[in-house]
């Protein structure tokens, strides 16, 4: 496959593990920042609408077969990647872990609830008006104090959330708010102990999850605000709530967050941009998990094309041949690259997919691969080649 990397940051950790999943399963990969691209919409009646991005003053444009996936890592930029998202998905018919609604639909949390709510999704009572004059309204749907402000477009990784414990503090912060034009919705506060879940959902299955615990002497569980993190295994209809939720907010790929208080499991919200903490925490490949919900929905005809477009030169590109992670990357995919375009070794592949391998190495100790990706084709002949 060839895989575009669409990412507000090209050095985050997730990006750089992602791509380092995808070339060690044999893909090549480009990493592109949204603002560095551009949008054709064309007057014929029959389409032809394109899609460029620029590159050392070139202007290069992304065509049907160039790409076999799309993975989207939106950090910020989300209203204008958005609009790309939807070029590639809608135009060019290349799939993504996270269609462009779905993208719009979680980057604001009122559009997340009322979808979740609409959906038969249970959620925290929630309240949202415009008018500062309706403050004490707002309040009194929630059965008063202490209530949850958060600001409905800024309250990733716990930013822009706030604890209003009282009448006299919550007010002047309120009418601040309103006054500065900024999108506030109240909610109701759930006594879950400052814990709450981060559930990953990839492809409709829950991958991974951890429970976290909030720093002393706040309430927010986030691991960018000093909380601590375990993994655990949930129920299966807790599992079963955060695949709907993923299925409603219209997201393959998705961190979804739930808390447990008065003997109810709710949804808070979801992450299509999600923190790549929860990797660490569990021990669960996610990176992996993503790259295979990718190879399982890839539908392209030709996977030798648009060499181009290959992910050394990206890597060149970019300047990182002096991180550890970057040579590792390259190291790897320049092993692999031989059996990656190797017609004969495909063939052995393909025939080999799925299916144990038994073998001895060149210490004549017995082996059993299972032939999941090129990798293990790699592996096998690495382990017993000899020179007499």
């Keep these: 496959m060839h895989v575009l990397i669409l990412a507000s940051s090209k050095t985050s950790l997730a990006v750089k593990r992602i791509s380092f999943e995808a070339v060690k399963r044999g893909h090549s990969v480009l990493i592109v ?7 054709r919409i ?11 991005y620029v590159e050392k003053g070139r202007v290069l444009k992304i065509n049907i077969k160039d790409f076999s996936a799309l993975i989207v890592r939106l950090g910020e930029m989300v209203g204008y990647g958005s609009f790309i998202v939807e070029q590639i998905n809608m135009n060019l018919r290349i799939f993504s872990t996270n269609s462009a609604e779905g993208i719009r639909n979680s980057s604001n949390q009122l559009k997340s609830l009322q979808i979740l709510s609409s959906n038969g999704l249970p959620t925290p009572r929630t309240a949202f008006a415009q ?40 007010i002047p912060v309120l009418q601040s708010l309103f006054k500065s034009k900024s999108s506030v919705l109240l909610q109701e506060y759930l006594p879950a102990g400052g814990k709450d879940y981060r559930v990953i959902v990839i492809g409709g299955t829950v991958v991974a999850a951890m429970e976290r615990t909030a720093a002393r002497g706040d309430f927010r569980a986030n691991l960018k605000q000093n909380a601590s993190g375990r ?52 021990g669960v490949n996610i990176a992996e998990k993503m790259i295979q919900y990718c190879e399982q929905n890839y539908q392209a005809k030709n996977v030798e094309k648009s060499q181009v477009l290959s992910y050394q030169r990206q890597l060149a590109d970019e300047r990182i041949n002096n991180n550890t992670l970057a040579k590792q990357i390259d190291s790897l995919n ?3 690259k031989l059996f990656t375009g190797d017609k004969y070794i495909r063939s052995i592949f393909k025939k080999a997919k799925g299916k144990k391998v038994s073998y001895q190495d060149r210490s004549k100790n017995s082996k059993q691969v299972k032939v999941e990706n090129m990798g293990d084709i790699f592996q096998i ?7 007499k």
């Design 33 to 39: 920042n949204p603002m560095d691209m551009f949008i």
């Design 42 to 52: 064309s007057s014929s009646a029959s389409g032809y609408d394109s899609l460029f």
């Design 131 to 170: 008018n500062p004059n309706l403050i004490e309204h707002l309040v009194e749907r929630l059965d008063g104090y202490p209530i949850v402000c958060k600001i409905v477009q800024n309250s990733s990784g716990g930013n822009g959330v706030f604890l209003l414990k009282d009448r006299q503090t919550a």
């Design 231 to 282: 993994p655990v295994k949930l129920g299966e209809s807790d599992k079963q709530l955060c695949i709907n939720a993923a299925k409603a907010l219209g997201l393959g790929s998705v961190g979804i967050d739930l808390i447990k208080a008065n003997g109810r499991t709710y949804v808070v919200e979801g992450n299509a941009n999600f923190g790549w903490q929860v990797e660490k925490v569990t």
């Design 334 to 336: 320049e092993q692999l």
């Design 381 to 387: 002949m690495k382990d017993t080649f000899i020179i």
